[in-house]
Protein backbone atom coordinates (compact mmCIF):
# COMPACT_ATOMS: atom_id res chain seq x y z
CA UNK A 1 0.00 0.00 0.00
CA UNK A 2 0.92 3.61 -0.53
CA UNK A 3 0.42 6.53 1.57
CA UNK A 4 0.22 10.24 1.70
CA UNK A 5 -0.08 13.04 4.16
CA UNK A 6 -3.69 14.92 4.75
CA UNK A 7 -2.89 18.35 3.07
CA UNK A 8 -0.59 20.42 5.36
CA UNK A 9 -1.15 17.78 8.47
CA UNK A 10 1.01 15.19 9.57
CA UNK A 11 -1.63 12.46 9.18
CA UNK A 12 -1.00 9.45 6.85
CA UNK A 13 -3.38 7.94 4.84
CA UNK A 14 -3.64 4.77 2.39
CA UNK A 15 -3.99 5.80 -1.24
CA UNK A 16 -7.31 4.10 -0.91
CA UNK A 17 -10.37 4.58 1.79
CA UNK A 18 -13.07 2.52 2.81
CA UNK A 19 -16.12 3.60 2.68
CA UNK A 20 -18.51 2.94 5.58
CA UNK A 21 -21.73 3.99 4.19
CA UNK A 22 -21.75 0.36 3.39
CA UNK A 23 -21.50 -0.85 6.50
CA UNK A 24 -24.89 -0.24 8.88
CA UNK A 25 -28.45 -1.50 9.69
CA UNK A 26 -30.17 -1.83 6.81
CA UNK A 27 -33.22 -0.27 5.89
CA UNK A 28 -35.84 1.28 3.81
CA UNK A 29 -35.57 4.20 4.72
CA UNK A 30 -31.67 4.49 4.56
CA UNK A 31 -30.60 1.57 2.16
CA UNK A 32 -31.21 -2.02 2.07
CA UNK A 33 -28.14 -3.27 0.81
CA UNK A 34 -25.76 -2.35 3.50
CA UNK A 35 -23.82 -5.53 5.68
CA UNK A 36 -24.30 -6.38 8.87
CA UNK A 37 -22.22 -5.87 12.03
CA UNK A 38 -20.48 -9.57 11.26
CA UNK A 39 -19.49 -8.97 7.13
CA UNK A 40 -18.51 -5.43 8.11
CA UNK A 41 -15.99 -6.46 10.25
CA UNK A 42 -14.58 -8.74 8.01
CA UNK A 43 -14.41 -6.46 5.14
CA UNK A 44 -13.02 -3.43 7.75
CA UNK A 45 -10.18 -6.35 9.07
CA UNK A 46 -9.51 -7.04 5.41
CA UNK A 47 -8.94 -3.96 4.41
CA UNK A 48 -6.63 -3.04 7.26
CA UNK A 49 -4.68 -6.38 6.66
CA UNK A 50 -3.57 -5.20 3.33
CA UNK A 51 -2.56 -1.65 4.42
CA UNK A 52 -5.89 0.32 4.14
CA UNK A 53 -5.51 2.39 7.36
CA UNK A 54 -8.30 5.07 6.20
CA UNK A 55 -12.00 4.52 7.26
CA UNK A 56 -14.48 6.94 6.32
CA UNK A 57 -18.07 7.59 8.08
CA UNK A 58 -20.56 10.08 8.57
CA UNK A 59 -23.31 10.79 12.15
CA UNK A 60 -26.39 9.75 9.27
CA UNK A 61 -25.29 7.09 7.68
CA UNK A 62 -27.73 4.44 8.88
CA UNK A 63 -29.07 6.49 10.74
CA UNK A 64 -25.52 6.06 13.46
CA UNK A 65 -25.38 1.79 12.82
CA UNK A 66 -22.58 2.91 10.54
CA UNK A 67 -20.26 4.48 13.36
CA UNK A 68 -21.19 1.65 15.65
CA UNK A 69 -20.32 -1.28 13.33
CA UNK A 70 -16.75 0.33 12.77
CA UNK A 71 -16.03 1.08 16.42
CA UNK A 72 -16.97 -2.20 16.91
CA UNK A 73 -15.18 -3.75 14.25
CA UNK A 74 -11.78 -1.78 15.02
CA UNK A 75 -12.42 -3.07 18.86
CA UNK A 76 -13.00 -6.98 17.90
CA UNK A 77 -10.18 -7.10 15.60
CA UNK A 78 -7.98 -4.96 18.80
CA UNK A 79 -6.65 -2.62 15.90
CA UNK A 80 -4.77 -0.54 17.92
CA UNK A 81 -6.43 2.79 17.61
CA UNK A 82 -3.14 5.69 16.49
CA UNK A 83 -3.05 2.68 13.80
CA UNK A 84 -6.43 3.46 11.96
CA UNK A 85 -7.71 7.08 10.97
CA UNK A 86 -10.88 8.10 11.11
CA UNK A 87 -13.29 10.21 9.65
CA UNK A 88 -16.89 11.22 10.23
CA UNK A 89 -19.27 13.90 9.11
CA UNK A 90 -21.30 16.32 10.25
CA UNK A 91 -24.82 18.45 8.72
CA UNK A 92 -27.59 16.06 8.13
CA UNK A 93 -28.40 16.35 11.15
CA UNK A 94 -30.88 19.08 13.62
CA UNK A 95 -29.60 22.40 13.74
CA UNK A 96 -27.11 21.22 10.66
CA UNK A 97 -23.50 23.14 11.18
CA UNK A 98 -24.74 25.32 14.13
CA UNK A 99 -22.14 25.79 16.78
CA UNK A 100 -24.97 23.23 19.21
CA UNK A 101 -25.27 21.14 16.97
CA UNK A 102 -21.65 20.40 15.99
CA UNK A 103 -20.84 20.00 19.82
CA UNK A 104 -23.83 18.17 20.27
CA UNK A 105 -23.24 15.93 17.02
CA UNK A 106 -19.65 15.38 18.06
CA UNK A 107 -20.46 13.37 21.09
CA UNK A 108 -22.60 11.30 19.47
CA UNK A 109 -19.70 10.20 16.78
CA UNK A 110 -17.47 9.58 19.37
CA UNK A 111 -19.63 7.69 21.49
CA UNK A 112 -20.97 5.14 18.27
CA UNK A 113 -16.95 4.89 17.31
CA UNK A 114 -16.12 4.25 21.33
CA UNK A 115 -13.01 6.50 20.50
CA UNK A 116 -11.79 10.04 22.22
CA UNK A 117 -10.93 11.55 18.97
CA UNK A 118 -11.70 11.73 15.57
CA UNK A 119 -9.01 11.99 12.86
CA UNK A 120 -10.80 14.05 10.39
CA UNK A 121 -14.23 15.96 11.28
CA UNK A 122 -15.91 16.88 7.81
CA UNK A 123 -18.66 19.55 7.28
CA UNK A 124 -21.10 16.84 4.91
CA UNK A 125 -22.48 19.62 2.83
CA UNK A 126 -22.64 23.79 3.30
CA UNK A 127 -25.38 25.40 5.59
CA UNK A 128 -26.75 28.17 3.98
CA UNK A 129 -28.47 28.88 7.40
CA UNK A 130 -25.49 29.19 10.11
CA UNK A 131 -23.53 32.16 9.79
CA UNK A 132 -19.84 30.84 8.29
CA UNK A 133 -18.27 31.97 11.20
CA UNK A 134 -20.16 30.48 14.05
CA UNK A 135 -19.74 27.43 12.34
CA UNK A 136 -15.61 27.62 11.70
CA UNK A 137 -15.28 28.61 15.35
CA UNK A 138 -17.51 25.52 16.84
CA UNK A 139 -15.45 23.53 14.83
CA UNK A 140 -12.08 25.42 15.99
CA UNK A 141 -13.02 24.60 19.49
CA UNK A 142 -12.68 20.72 18.86
CA UNK A 143 -9.68 21.06 17.17
CA UNK A 144 -8.25 22.69 20.19
CA UNK A 145 -10.04 20.41 22.80
CA UNK A 146 -8.31 17.69 21.30
CA UNK A 147 -11.36 16.05 20.02
CA UNK A 148 -10.43 16.24 16.53
CA UNK A 149 -6.87 16.29 14.89
CA UNK A 150 -8.43 17.58 11.77
CA UNK A 151 -11.13 19.62 9.35
CA UNK A 152 -13.10 18.35 5.96
CA UNK A 153 -15.28 19.47 3.91
CA UNK A 154 -17.73 18.02 1.70
CA UNK A 155 -19.53 18.55 -1.52
CA UNK A 156 -20.11 22.47 -1.79
CA UNK A 157 -19.58 24.91 -4.37
CA UNK A 158 -15.91 26.37 -4.74
CA UNK A 159 -16.65 29.81 -4.09
CA UNK A 160 -18.46 28.31 -0.71
CA UNK A 161 -15.27 26.50 0.08
CA UNK A 162 -12.68 29.59 -0.48
CA UNK A 163 -14.98 31.78 1.51
CA UNK A 164 -14.95 29.53 4.80
CA UNK A 165 -11.45 29.16 4.24
CA UNK A 166 -10.84 32.83 4.03
CA UNK A 167 -12.53 33.07 7.41
CA UNK A 168 -10.49 30.33 9.13
CA UNK A 169 -7.24 32.58 7.59
CA UNK A 170 -8.46 35.85 8.70
CA UNK A 171 -9.72 34.97 12.47
CA UNK A 172 -6.87 32.17 13.27
CA UNK A 173 -9.05 29.40 13.13
CA UNK A 174 -8.25 25.67 11.97
CA UNK A 175 -8.75 25.79 7.88
CA UNK A 176 -9.88 22.58 5.88
CA UNK A 177 -7.22 20.15 4.83
CA UNK A 178 -9.62 17.55 2.82
CA UNK A 179 -12.35 17.96 0.29
CA UNK A 180 -14.64 14.91 -0.08
CA UNK A 181 -16.00 15.76 -3.17
CA UNK A 182 -18.45 14.34 -5.93
CA UNK A 183 -16.13 13.28 -8.75
CA UNK A 184 -14.71 10.35 -10.99
CA UNK A 185 -14.72 10.12 -14.78
CA UNK A 186 -18.20 10.57 -15.42
CA UNK A 187 -19.31 13.64 -13.11
CA UNK A 188 -15.73 16.01 -13.57
CA UNK A 189 -18.18 19.71 -13.02
CA UNK A 190 -15.52 20.09 -9.87
CA UNK A 191 -12.70 20.74 -12.20
CA UNK A 192 -14.30 24.26 -12.90
CA UNK A 193 -13.85 25.60 -10.09
CA UNK A 194 -13.62 23.67 -6.64
CA UNK A 195 -10.71 21.59 -7.52
CA UNK A 196 -8.47 24.23 -8.15
CA UNK A 197 -9.41 26.34 -4.95
CA UNK A 198 -8.26 23.22 -2.87
CA UNK A 199 -5.01 23.34 -4.75
CA UNK A 200 -4.71 26.79 -3.91
CA UNK A 201 -4.56 25.90 -0.63
CA UNK A 202 -3.44 22.76 -0.34
CA UNK A 203 -6.28 20.84 0.16
CA UNK A 204 -6.66 16.96 -0.41
CA UNK A 205 -8.86 15.44 -2.25
CA UNK A 206 -10.75 12.66 -1.28
CA UNK A 207 -13.82 11.71 -3.46
CA UNK A 208 -17.00 9.94 -2.92
CA UNK A 209 -18.54 7.98 -5.49
CA UNK A 210 -15.11 7.09 -7.75
CA UNK A 211 -16.48 4.11 -9.34
CA UNK A 212 -19.86 6.02 -9.99
CA UNK A 213 -22.50 3.75 -7.75
CA UNK A 214 -20.87 1.10 -10.19
CA UNK A 215 -21.33 2.69 -13.65
CA UNK A 216 -17.78 2.41 -14.14
CA UNK A 217 -17.14 -1.50 -13.37
CA UNK A 218 -19.13 -3.13 -16.21
CA UNK A 219 -19.63 -2.25 -19.95
CA UNK A 220 -23.77 -2.56 -19.06
CA UNK A 221 -25.63 0.67 -17.29
CA UNK A 222 -27.69 -1.61 -15.06
CA UNK A 223 -26.37 -4.35 -12.61
CA UNK A 224 -29.22 -6.71 -11.26
CA UNK A 225 -28.10 -6.11 -7.85
CA UNK A 226 -30.31 -5.00 -5.00
CA UNK A 227 -28.59 -1.27 -4.58
CA UNK A 228 -29.31 -0.93 -8.56
CA UNK A 229 -32.65 -1.92 -8.17
CA UNK A 230 -33.39 0.16 -4.60
CA UNK A 231 -30.74 3.07 -4.64
CA UNK A 232 -32.81 5.84 -6.13
CA UNK A 233 -30.08 8.82 -5.15
CA UNK A 234 -27.89 6.83 -7.55
CA UNK A 235 -30.64 6.56 -10.26
CA UNK A 236 -31.18 10.46 -9.73
CA UNK A 237 -27.62 11.22 -9.87
CA UNK A 238 -26.52 9.19 -12.88
CA UNK A 239 -29.62 8.28 -15.20
CA UNK A 240 -30.22 11.15 -16.87
CA UNK A 241 -26.96 11.31 -18.64
CA UNK A 242 -26.96 7.88 -19.39
CA UNK A 243 -26.09 7.96 -23.06
CA UNK A 244 -23.03 10.16 -23.06
CA UNK A 245 -21.73 8.50 -20.06
CA UNK A 246 -21.82 5.19 -21.92
CA UNK A 247 -19.66 6.18 -24.66
CA UNK A 248 -17.01 7.05 -21.87
CA UNK A 249 -17.46 4.11 -20.22
CA UNK A 250 -17.05 2.03 -23.64
CA UNK A 251 -13.75 3.68 -23.33
CA UNK A 252 -12.64 2.59 -20.03
CA UNK A 253 -13.21 -1.16 -21.04
CA UNK A 254 -11.42 -0.80 -24.38
CA UNK A 255 -8.78 0.53 -21.98
CA UNK A 256 -9.32 -2.55 -19.32
CA UNK A 257 -8.91 -4.97 -22.59
CA UNK A 258 -5.89 -3.35 -24.00
CA UNK A 259 -3.70 -3.41 -20.44
CA UNK A 260 -4.80 -6.38 -19.70
CA UNK A 261 -6.70 -4.83 -16.02
CA UNK A 262 -10.29 -4.64 -14.76
CA UNK A 263 -12.37 -1.85 -15.52
CA UNK A 264 -12.38 -0.75 -11.71
CA UNK A 265 -8.32 -0.60 -11.84
CA UNK A 266 -9.10 1.75 -14.99
CA UNK A 267 -11.31 4.09 -13.27
CA UNK A 268 -9.39 4.60 -9.94
CA UNK A 269 -6.10 4.92 -12.03
CA UNK A 270 -7.17 7.73 -13.83
CA UNK A 271 -7.99 9.39 -10.39
CA UNK A 272 -4.70 8.80 -9.05
CA UNK A 273 -2.89 9.42 -12.04
CA UNK A 274 -4.25 12.70 -11.30
CA UNK A 275 -3.20 13.46 -7.87
CA UNK A 276 -5.77 12.19 -5.86
CA UNK A 277 -4.86 12.07 -2.52
CA UNK A 278 -7.53 8.87 -1.76
CA UNK A 279 -10.17 7.73 -3.45
CA UNK A 280 -13.34 6.14 -1.24
CA UNK A 281 -14.20 2.71 -1.43
CA UNK A 282 -17.89 1.50 -0.64
CA UNK A 283 -16.90 -2.02 -0.96
CA UNK A 284 -19.42 -4.83 0.12
CA UNK A 285 -17.08 -7.63 -1.12
CA UNK A 286 -13.69 -8.62 -0.81
CA UNK A 287 -13.17 -9.07 -4.23
CA UNK A 288 -14.08 -5.53 -5.22
CA UNK A 289 -11.90 -4.50 -2.54
CA UNK A 290 -9.17 -6.52 -3.84
CA UNK A 291 -9.72 -5.23 -7.80
CA UNK A 292 -9.85 -1.91 -6.08
CA UNK A 293 -6.35 -2.49 -4.40
CA UNK A 294 -4.75 -2.73 -7.61
CA UNK A 295 -5.44 0.73 -8.93
CA UNK A 296 -3.18 2.02 -6.31
CA UNK A 297 0.24 0.59 -8.79
CA UNK A 298 -1.56 1.43 -12.04
CA UNK A 299 0.47 3.84 -14.58
CA UNK A 300 -1.51 5.90 -17.13
CA UNK A 301 -0.03 7.49 -20.13
CA UNK A 302 -1.02 11.04 -21.18
CA UNK A 303 -2.29 9.97 -23.96
CA UNK A 304 -4.76 7.14 -21.99
CA UNK A 305 -5.88 10.15 -19.57
CA UNK A 306 -6.38 12.15 -22.43
CA UNK A 307 -8.62 9.21 -24.05
CA UNK A 308 -10.41 8.53 -20.96
CA UNK A 309 -11.68 12.37 -20.32
CA UNK A 310 -12.22 13.11 -24.30
CA UNK A 311 -16.32 12.77 -24.52
CA UNK A 312 -16.78 14.27 -21.12
CA UNK A 313 -19.76 16.46 -21.19
CA UNK A 314 -21.56 19.02 -19.09
CA UNK A 315 -23.02 17.41 -15.99
CA UNK A 316 -26.28 19.35 -13.68
CA UNK A 317 -24.56 20.15 -10.52
CA UNK A 318 -24.83 16.86 -7.97
CA UNK A 319 -23.76 17.54 -4.56
CA UNK A 320 -23.56 21.06 -4.13
CA UNK A 321 -26.34 22.82 -2.52
CA UNK A 322 -27.92 26.51 -3.33
CA UNK A 323 -29.74 26.04 0.02
CA UNK A 324 -29.82 23.55 3.10
CA UNK A 325 -31.04 19.67 1.73
CA UNK A 326 -34.32 19.32 4.02
CA UNK A 327 -33.98 16.87 6.99
Not at 82 to 89: E, G, L, N, R, T
Not at 127 to 138: G, I, L, S, V
Not at 147 to 171: D, P, T
Not at 283 to 306: G, M, Q, R, W
Amino acid sequence: MKYQTLGKTDIKVSKICVGCMSYGKASDKFQPWTLNPEDSEKMIGYAFDQGVNFYDTANNYAFGTSEEYLGQALRNLKIPRDQVVIASKVYFNEGYLSPAAIAREIEGTLRRLGTDYLDLYQIHRFDHETPMEDTMQALDKLVRAGKVRALGASAMYGYQFHNLQIIAKEQGLTPFSTMQNHYNLLYREDERELIPVCKQYGVSLIPYSPLAAGHLCRKEWDSDSMRNATDKVMHRKYDKTKEADLKIIARVAELAERLQVSMTEVALGWMLNRGICAPIVGATKVKHFDTALKAVDLKLSAEDLAYLEELYVPHSISGATTENVKL
